[in-house]
Each structure stands twice: as structure tokens, then as C-alpha cells.
């Protein structure tokens, strides 16, 4: 699976405080702290401070991927760009970090004229800042970062009319690229910053609604920034340019140009005039080819042009005689020009996943050259061009079968078939996988741990979905695509279970087919997709992205993708025989670290997942890199207070290594050498590294805050939802509820591990149904997955002999329910124990003499179809039908002539509520008969047909049947049939 690696213009600035060389960090600080006083910025932080109180709304701080910047470019970026992270900064001098900036309205706003020149708009942080937080605290003497902020862009100008000495005097600068209006204005302050060295412009900061990155709106950059020519380090990435601004060509200090993740498709000849430049990144463009003048860049050390469609380099290539690093992953190189063997300072050559055949001899004349040449095809002969498709084969089109809710089964014939099947899933039969028509069964079971098997850090993105039957193998390999829910920097894949064994299957990712929604109107869903020869079960898991290679007796090189700061180096004649290794990263949140261990001085690097295949211990030492803890530089660290900790996957447990190992420290990086493989964590604390305490952090890692929620249907307070969230779902989740649901407030929080079982069970004058399959002793199952909604729909009755209001509740439990707890206890359920989780009360009306609860119906007017003679249903008749209808409510409307706009309409209007939904479709189905004249009850029969419902049109034909019936008794009784019979004999 490919995965284009986040753009990470600077290692340095995402790992916290850098300091200037020969300044103490005393030294560093001081101007922030004296800027506090200054008179002119404290009015303009109570201004913003002020403003800020309009808007509340939270938005999460953007965290800034290292994909791209290598060691050696963190050495540019610390020469050359000092910079403070915010979160230092406001840590460091007042108190807690900012995360975003938005627009408000300015009207009757005692402070509207304090606006942009270009909008008519007043700025507002949100959060807003507290009365301890001054605007210094964002701006110190030489740095402004407003890419924290959403549209924080927007700022410079109100800050360039308010301080502008300050502002002028600017040496770095950070602007988000999200807000187009707020970077417009900002665009015309900078040529005034003469003094700027770092200008970075990136998007892909923040995060919409849907998890997806918004994306930089920066096209181009105006003219009048070639006079800033102090400019040593730029970052564009992340954008739309489509191509590289003419005014950054004539910066002759240029040394850092991060041009990552956008649109340019060609390089102009005059790059050749950035004589300085150092490091180049256009990874992620639209590259074909590059300029023969590229050679003129005799400083460069770091060139990265991978993701592009390069297939071949220019000669010109072996001229970069200072070439450290090159990247150029991911094209489609079919050769190497032979003038890379010129390529003397060359130490690390990544060509993995491209068309090459063959490595050129001549860098074997390069005895340190380390090459990453994975996923290409080496020594195989060339692959021919394909066949065009003959006319018959390009008219061919493969027919479209989309399934209903109640469709459970399907034909395919040789002539293939694309199957939509409800929820998003797709199923692509090739022409001629059959030989005849065979019929086919489709099921999505819900989510339990004898069907859903999970590795460490696995998570389950979806429902599992069984294909039957069970072993028919297929003439072409079928795609099978399981929709999923998101999961952010992780890797998804495909798990099969063919009845006795998990494995992972090779998995694509793309989105839906358009006009296929799960959700009316809503985008096509994401689709994990594999090709398989039988059927069995399906599911969609995420785990971190897991980096393999195979190591020779001739060594190797591994880089994390998701991280590029971690490697491994395997030295020749480190193994005899040929053996795979596999790395994964887990990244830890180091304030949760925190806050486990009651540290707050603690900090943690990246956890490392190491396994090989064969399991033996190495020939020679492997040399692992990993970067520091955050916060902890190669200058600061007391080496005292940091550990190297060694895990067993297999007990769980840690062992403190540290003396046992040779742990240098480089700037920025660790550095051990080991000889067999497993888990590696590197702590820094202030405190005794205890090893229990590092497992116990560890295992509250693998724990999801949860909270339960109990809610009873307003319609029916006897149709009770039970749900299980993680606690940052709770909110959205109880908001589209309140409209059909009451019920009380969520839990308190419990920690749950993925995949694992719990109950619930009704206390206090309640009970359940003990038939479903999921309820035993009066409890019902539950699994927990953090991906899923893990919920459950019950009827509740009273107990026994229970006539007036009922005050209940539900308890949820690890195990077995706690036997002779004491009445007060068990009220109020005080104290966690080993198993009880959360209770919550529930309310039952009291029952009428009918034995029915007393509550509101939904009301709906009076309606009665047909005439006597051809059928008569009666809106009781109605009402007796729709509790029968269901799942199937869909189907049935199209086969009554509904539109499916119409029926998409009334699933958004009553969503979470099937009873209201079937009510609304069949009465306005009801309401448009009253005007379509008789044979009312003969269209609804044949639609129950149509939709395979039988028994419906049955029951149906009989209420006719019997209102007929009585029609003619009463005619009888009246003595108008015998008048009539006498009238037609005459």
C-alpha cells in the first residue's frame, strides 16, 4: 500500500525550543519576558483578548509531521532557523497554549474599527486569551508563529499597524495557509519584514469536521519578495502552486526550499541561480522531468523528489558533487544515469518503489552508500507493453446490482457484476469469474471477539462481513471492499478469517463509487479493497504502519515512513542467510505520559516494534536511531535521566537496559547498538525510572476513556438504547439523539482496551427479554470498539406485579455481576470495584388498564383509503401494517412510486427512529392515494409483492376481505341489496 509521507518542513521547530549558539536559555527568554511591559503590545493582547470572548469554540493544536527532514537537515534548520514552538513559549512564560484563531462579526463591536484594512471582519482567538497572556507570548523579539491558529494569518497586519518596529525586526515567521482572505492581507506586509531569515507558509495544519486536513490556499507569491533577501529557509508546503514563485529565484542566500505536497509539474531553468541553497524538497508534486541547470546547485546536500512521475533523471544529476542524501522514492524510474557514480559525498540513496531493472555499477565505487531499493523489479526482465483492448472489450460495461437492507442473496452470471451492497461495502465480479449463474449471500454480523481477531495496537474500523458460500473459488480473483470509519496515521488493512486462521490480506484504498453513498447525500465512503478467490469473512483493522525489509549478508537500511527520524542500520556480514525485518512506530502523547506517571519533567520518544523473520540473534550489532524525547536536546539532556527500556511483547513487561547498552547522543537523535529484536522505549525523567511504573503507563495507553450512555426512545419508554463511546464522541453523538431520545446524562469516565467484553444488567424493578441470543442471565453482551458505536436496542418491561411508575436502573460490569451487595450499595453504587463500571437510572411510565404504557403517540391526522366496494383501509389498518414493515420500509416506498428524494427526505427527518420513518413513508404514500382514485388497497398489495414481503399482502388482502364482508352485512341489514337486485331485474 502506497502512502505519500507528511511534509515536515521543520524537525526542528515541531521539536520545541532551539536556542541561538552561544546563548543560554536564561538569555534566550529574557527578551519575552521583558517585552511583557511593553505598553503598546499589552494594549493590543487586552484588544484580542476582548474579541476572543465572541467565539468559544475549540479547535485540537495541528501536530506537525518530520517526514521529510532528515539529520542532516536538521542541522541546516538548526543554523539557520532558530525558532520557539508556541506551546514552549506559552508554557515557559505565562500559561497554557492558544490553539486556533477565527473570524467574528464585527458589527456593534465597541473594537470594529480595529480591523484588516481588506475585511470588515474583527479577529477573535479561540480560545480567547486569558487575562495572564499577553501578546508577547506569541511574538518575541525576532519570532511570530500564527499557524497555530485557524486563520492566524490574518494577524499580521492587525499586529504590522499596532507594533510595527517590532514586526520589521522579525527574523522567523510562521503563517498558516488555510484562510484565503487572511493570507491575502498578510502576502502585502511581508516585503516590509527586511529582516525575515524563516518564512514558512504551510496548509494542512488544521482539520475539518470529517477529520480531513484543510488545505493551503497559497497559489503564488507576490513580486516584491525577492528585496527580502536575508531569507535562508522557506517552507511552501502543502499548497497549490503550480509552479515555484519567480521571486524566490533571486534570494541568493536561499539555503532550505520546502516546496513539498503541491502542484507544479516543471522546474524553471533560473533554479540554477540559488547558489546557496542546501537542502530542496519537492516531494509529493507532479514532476515529469528536471532541468539539466538542477547540476548548477553545487551546495546542495538534501535533494528530495520523491511522489513525482519522474522516469528518467538528467546527466546533469552527477555535478551535485555535495550531495549527502537523495531521495526519489516513489516514481517511475526505469534507470539510473551512470553519472552517479560522481556522486562522491553521497551516503543515503532511496529509490524504493519505482521501475528499475538494474542498479548501475558505478556506485558500487561508493563505498558508504547506503540504498533503500524495495518494491522494484530487480533483475526480472522488462515487463512488455500491454495489449490496447480490442473494441469488444472497451464497450464492455459491467452491469450494476444494488442491494436493499432486506436483500441478502444475488445472482452473478459470467458476465460479471458490481454489487453495492447497504452501508457502502462493494463487491466487483470480473466477466467470466463464473462459468454459470450462481447465487451468492452476503451478511454483516456485529462485532464479536469469536469473529474479530486483533494484534497489538489493532484497532477495528468496521462491522465484520461474511461472503457466503464458504469455499467456491472463482475463476478471476473477485474484489471484495469493506467501507470503514477513519483512522489518522495509521495504516488500514484487510483482515480475512477462512474459518481457522487470520491473515492479512493486500489492501488498496480508495473511496466509494459516486452516487453510492451509505448516507443519503453524504460523500461515497471510504473503501479498504483486496482481490480473493473464496469467500469467508471480512473486516477493515488499522494498525501503525509497519516498514519490512530483507537483509542480506550484505546489510541493509531500514527508515520508518512515519517517521524518518528512526533507522536501522544492519552492517555487512550481520547475518548469513537472507532474513525480514519489520519496524513499527507507535507514537506516545507525552502531557498522557505525564500525567499517568505524576512526572510532570517526564518526556518520551517514539516507541519501537522490531521483529524478524527468522528469530536470531544478530552477527554483528545493529546501529538504531531514534530521536531524543521532546523537549530534550543533545545539549541539555542529562544523561543521567534517561533510560533505554527493553519491553517483552509476549509478558508485557520492561527492563531498564540502559547500562547494558553503549546509548551516545547526538544533537537531536539517540543512538544504541543491539543484537536481537524487540520492543525499545527511551524515557527521560527526573525521578527513579521505575520498570513496573513504565508497564503500568504502558497499559493505560492501550485504554480508551469511555462513557455510557442509557437512553429511552420518547415515542416508547420501553425501547431503551444502550451505548458504549469514547468520551470524544459523547457529545456529537447525545446532540443528534435529543430529538427522538431522553434519557440522563452520560457516566463518569471508565478505561476500556480495545476488543474487550462487558455486560449489562437491569436492576431494581426492570427486566429484559432473555431470548436474544446476547442476553444471558438477564445481561446483555457488549464488545468494546473505540472505531464503532457499540450499541444495543431492548425492550424493557417492569417486573412482575408492577403497576405504578418504575424507578430502575442499568449497571455495566467486567464479569460477573457482584453478588449480596447491601441495598444502599447496590442505589448508589459508590466505590469502584474490580468489576462494576458506571450505573444510570431509568424511568418507566405507569401502565393503563389495557396493560399499555400511558404516553404521547405521534399524532397523525385521520385517513381512511379506497371505497367499500374495491377495498377499504381504515388509518388503524395503517398503523397495524407499519409495525410490521421494518428494515424494509426503503424498498417498499419505491415500489409505491415514492421518489427517492422523497425517501431520502423523510430518512434525514427521522433518523434513529425506524417507527417514525415507516409511519411518515406509508401515510405520505396514504395521503397521495386520496386523489388517485379506487383500487387504493391493490396498489399497496402489489408493492408488498414487489418487495418480497408475502405475508404483508396477505394480511392485507384479508383486512379487505373481512371490510367487504361486512359492507354487504350492513347492506343487508338495511335492505338495500334486495332494492337493488329488484331495480336491475326491472
Known amino acids: 500500500m502506497e502512502k505519500a509521507p507528511d511534509e515536515g518542513g521543520g524537525d526542528m521547530e515541531a521539536a520545541g525550543l532551539i536556542m541561538k549558539p552561544g546563548r543560554s536559555e536564561a538569555e534566550e527568554m529574557t527578551p519575552a519576558c521583558n517585552a511583557l511591559k511593553d505598553p503598546s503590545l499589552t494594549d493590543v493582547a487586552l484588544r484580542l483578548y476582548r474579541l476572543g470572548q465572541e467565539d468559544q469554540e475549540k479547535s485540537a493544536l495541528p501536530t506537525l509531521s518530520n517526514a521529510e527532514m532528515s539529520e542532516g537537515q536538521a542541522e541546516v534548520e538548526m543554523d539557520a532557523a532558530p525558532y520557539l514552538s508556541p506551546s514552549s513559549v506559552m508554557d515557559t512564560i505565562c500559561g497554557p497554549s492558544l490553539s486556533s484563531l477565527s473570524y467574528s462579526s464585527s458589527s456593534g463591536h465597541p473594537d ?10 474583527v479577529l477573535s482567538l479561540t480560545p480567547p486569551l486569558p487575562p495572564s497572556v499577553e501578546l508577547p507570548a506569541v511574538m518575541t523579539d525576532t519570532r511570530l508563529t500564527l499557524d497555530v491558529y485557524q486563520g492566524g494569518a490574518a494577524a499580521l497586519p492587525l499586529l504590522w499597524r499596532s507594533v510595527p518596529g517590532q514586526v520589521r525586526g522579525l527574523l522567523y515567521l510562521r503563517l498558516g495557509s488555510e484562510d484565503k482572505a487572511g493570507l491575502d492581507v498578510a502576502l502585502d506586509v511581508l516585503p516590509h519584514l527586511t529582516e525575515l531569515r524563516s518564512l514558512a507558509i504551510r496548509g494542512h495544519c488544521f482539520y475539518d469536521s470529517d477529520g480531513e486536513p484543510l488545505p493551503g490556499l497559497l497559489t503564488t507569491l507576490p513580486a516584491s519578495l525577492s528585496s527580502l533577501c536575508g531569507l535562508v529557509h522557506v517552507d511552501l508546503s502543502f499548497n497549490q502552486l503550480s509552479c515555484v514563485p519567480s521571486c524566490l529565484l533571486s534570494l541568493p542566500a536561499l539555503s532550505s526550499l520546502l516546496l513539498g505536497h503541491n502542484c507544479i509539474a516543471a522546474l524553471p531553468p533560473e533554479m540554477c541561480r540559488l547558489s546557496s541553497l542546501t537542502c ?7 514532476l515529469v522531468s528536471l532541468p539539466p541547470g538542477l547540476g548548477q546547485l553545487k551546495a546542495l546536500q538534501t535533494l528530495d523528489i520523491s511522489h513525482n512521475l519522474l522516469e528518467r533523471l538528467p546527466d546533469e544529476i552527477g555535478s551535485l558533487g555535495e550531495l549527502v542524501k537523495l531521495e526519489l522514492s516513489h516514481n ?19 529509490i524504493y518503489s519505482n521501475d528499475l531493472f538494474l542498479i548501475p555499477h558505478c556506485l558500487n565505487k561508493l563505498p558508504l552508500l547506503k540504498i533503500d531499493v524495495r518494491d522494484n523489479p530487480l533483475g526480472q526482465p522488462p515487463t512488455p507493453p500491454s495489449l490496447p483492448p480490442t473494441p469488444v472489450q472497451a464497450e464492455t460495461k459491467i452491469p450494476e446490482l444494488h442491494l436493499g437492507y432486506n436483500q441478502h442473496s444475488f445472482r452473478v452470471s459470467s458476465a460479471g457484476c458490481h454489487v453495492f451492497l447497504p452501508g457502502g461495502a462493494e463487491l466487483l465480479f470480473p466477466p467470466g469469474c463464473v462459468e454459470r449463474t450462481t447465487r451468492l449471500q452476503w451478511l454483516e454480523k456485529r462485532p464479536q471477539r469469536k469473529w474479530v481477531w486483533l494484534e497489538e495496537h489493532e484497532l477495528l474500523l468496521s462491522r465484520p462481513l461474511e461472503l457466503r458460500p464458504h469455499g467456491i473459488t472463482f475463476i478471476k480473483p473477485v474484489e471484495v471492499c469493506v467501507p470503514y470509519h477513519q483512522a489518522k496515521r495509521r495504516e488500514v488493512l484487510v483482515r480475512r478469517f477462512d474459518g481457522q486462521s487470520w491473515n492479512i490480506l493486500p489492501t488498496s484504498l480508495r473511496r466509494g463509487s459516486k452516487g453510492h453513498s451509505s448516507h443519503p447525500g453524504g460523500r461515497p465512503a471510504r473503501l479498504a479493497c483486496c482481490t480473493v478467490s473464496q469467500f469467508s469473512w471480512f473486516m477493515a483493522v488499522s494498525r501503525p504502519v509497519k516498514d519490512s525489509c530483507s537483509v542480506t549478508p550484505a546489510g541493509a537500511l531500514l527508515v520508518s515512513s512515519s517517521d524518518p527520524g528512526i533507522k536501522l542500520h544492519f552492517p555487512p556480514d550481520s547475518t548469513v542467510q537472507p532474513r525480514t525485518i519489520t519496524l513499527q512506530v507507535l507514537q506516545i502523547c507525552v502531557s498522557e505520559v505525564q500525567a499517568l506517571c505524576g512526572d510532570p519533567q517526564a518526556s518520551v520518544s517514539p516507541l519501537l516494534c522490531l521483529t524478524q523473520n527468522p528469530s536470531l540473534d544478530f552477527l554483528q550489532p545493529i546501529k538504531v536511531q531514534v530521536p531524543l524525547p521532546s523537549g530534550v536536546t543533545g545539549h541539555s539532556v542529562d544523561m543521567s535521566c534517561l533510560h533505554l527500556l527493553h519491553g517483552d511483547p509476549t509478558a508485557q513487561t520492561w527492563t531498564d537496559i540502559t547500562s547494558q547498552v553503549s546509548l551516545n547522543v547526538t544533537h537531536v537523535y539517540a543512538i544504541f547498538y543491539i543484537t536481537h529484536f524487540s520492543w525499545y522505549w527511551l524515557w527521560y525523567t527526573t525521578t527513579s525510572c521505575v520498570s513496573g511504573a513504565v508497564r503500568k503507563v504502558y497499559q493505560r495507553l492501550k485504554q480508551f476513556k469511555v462513557q455510557f450512555l442509557v437512553l429511552q426512545r420518547k415515542s416508547d419508554p420501553s425501547q431503551v438504547m444502550l451505548q458504549c463511546l469514547p468520551t ?22 471508565c ?3 480495545e476488543g474487550e467484553q462487558f455486560f449489562a444488567g437491569f436492576e431494581r424493578g426492570l427486566e429484559i427479554s432473555t431470548e436474544r441470543p446476547d442476553c444471558g442471565e438477564g445481561r446483555l453482551s457488549f464488545v468494546f470498539y473505540s472505531s464503532l458505536k457499540n450499541l444495543k436496542e431492548v425492550y424493557v418491561c417492569p417486573a412482575q406485579d408492577q403497576k405504578a411508575p418504575v424507578r430502575g436502573q442499568v449497571s455495566f460490569y467486567r464479569g460477573e455481576i457482584p453478588n449480596n451487595l447491601p441495598e444502599e450499595v447496590a442505589r448508589k453504587r459508590k466505590g469502584h470495584d474490580s468489576q462494576w463500571l458506571a450505573t444510570l437510572p431509568l424511568r418507566l411510565p405507569a401502565l393503563n388498564s389495557e396493560n399499555n404504557f400511558i404516553t404521547e403517540e405521534i399524532q397523525y391526522p385521520p385517513l381512511n383509503l379506497g371505497d367499500p366496494e374495491s377495498g377499504y383501509l381504515t388509518e388503524a389498518n395503517l398503523l397495524s401494517i407499519s409495525l410490521q414493515i421494518g428494515q424494509d420500509w426503503r424498498v417498499i416506498g419505491i415500489n409505491l412510486g415514492l421518489s427517492y428524494q422523497e425517501l431520502d427526505r423523510i430518512q434525514f427527518k427521522c433518523r434513529d427512529n425506524l417507527g417514525a420513518l415507516v409511519l411518515d413513508m406509508l401515510f405520505q404514500w396514504a395521503r397521495g392515494q386520496t386523489k388517485a382514485g379506487p383500487g387504493a388497497a391493490s396498489r399497496l398489495v402489489a408493492a408488498m409483492i414487489e418487495s418480497g414481503r408475502r405475508d404483508l399482502a396477505d394480511e392485507i388482502e384479508d383486512i379487505v376481505s373481512i371490510g367487504r364482508r361486512k359492507y354487504s352485512e350492513s347492506l343487508r341489514r338495511v335492505g338495500l341489496e334486495e332494492e337493488s337486485s329488484s331495480l336491475g331485474e326491472t
Open 112 to 121: 470594529a474599527d480595529f480591523t484588516s484594512t481588506t475585511s470588515s471582519s
Open 332 to 350: 517511475k524510474l526505469k534507470q539510473l544515469p551512470e553519472s552517479m557514480g560522481y556522486l562522491l559525498s553521497l551516503r543515503e540513496l532511496v
Open 280 to 286: 530542496l524538497s519537492l516531494l509529493g508534486n507532479e
Open 751 to 753: 478505561d476500556l482496551l
Open 728 to 749: 470524544n464522541k459523547v457529545d456529537g453523538r447525545v446532540q443528534d439523539l435529543s430529538q427522538q431520545y431522553d434519557g440522563p446524562l452520560p457516566s463518569d469516565l
